[in-house]
């Protein structure tokens, strides 16, 4: 069956960066794409982008660009997600999500906190 | 950016009521939409697709419809375990967007 496996989670300091990552199973890897959302305490869900793991195609929120990049290592079926110049509202539960060929999301990983502070 | 609308943002009821949630869009997005389930400390859980397709293994009280603008989330009769928070999510064009959600209690 489809599985996500996310890294565990994280305490950064304001300014640092993370790298989150999504390790695939179950399914050929490079077929689908994946994305992102994060959910900040007691927030709702905000969706973050997508990158195509056949190809590497990105796709960012915009309020996200240029602290944020996705990528994708096809020779281990992992996803990458990381995100720069962390900030206090940065604090939230981030997962990543196989998309179907219509791109709903029927799998989900685990998800992993990460927490900014000083 | 499409935002969607959902109302009501928190609903209480018993074990048996039939529940419906709305979620709105800002503009047109055909039926580029899909219901999600989140429990406490948990992932999301694909209900509905394009709008009215039951995920697999989703018990059939669980039905959407609507298209354009207006869609529902209907739970026919609502099990101890439906209460949770309930969002919708927008297909249609980038960026993807949830609406801020609707959280099921028990009454």
């Known amino acids: 069956q489809v599985q996500l496996v996310q890294s565990g989670a994280e305490v950064k300091k304001p300014g640092a960066s993370v790298k989150v990552s999504c390790k695939a199973s179950?399914?050929?890897?490079?077929?689908?794409?994946i994305s992102w959302v994060r959910q900040a305490p007691g927030q709702g869900l905000e969706w973050m982008g997508w990158i195509s793991a056949y190809n590497g195609n990105t796709n960012y929120a915009q309020k996200l660009q240029g602290r944020v990049t996705m990528t994708t290592d096809t020779s281990t079926s992992t996803a990458y997600m990381e995100l720069r110049s962390l900030r206090s509202d940065d604090t939230a539960v981030y997962y990543c999500?196989?998309?179907?060929?219509?791109?709903?999301?029927?799998?989900w990983g685990q998800g992993t906190l990460v927490t900014v502070s000083s | 950016d499409v935002q969607l609308t959902q109302s009501p943002s928190f609903l209480s009821a018993s074990v048996g009521d039939r529940v419906t949630i709305t979620c709105r869009a800002s503009?047109?997005?055909?039926?580029?939409l899909a219901w999600y389930q989140q429990k406490p400390g948990k992932a999301p859980k694909l209900l509905i697709y394009a709008a009215s397709t039951l995920q697999s293994g989703v018990p059939s009280r669980f039905s959407g419809s609507g298209s354009g603008t207006e869609f529902t989330l209907t739970i026919s009769s609502l099990q101890p375990e439906d209460f949770a928070t309930y969002y919708c999510?927008?297909?249609?064009?980038?960026?993807?967007?949830f609406g801020g959600g609707t959280k099921v209690e028990i009454k």
């Open positions: 999500a196989r998309e179907d060929s219509s791109g709903y999301y029927h799998d």
């Open positions: 179950g399914y050929t890897f490079t077929s689908y794409g």
């Open positions: 999510q927008q297909l249609n064009s980038y960026p993807l967007t």
């Open positions: 503009q047109g997005i055909s039926s580029y």
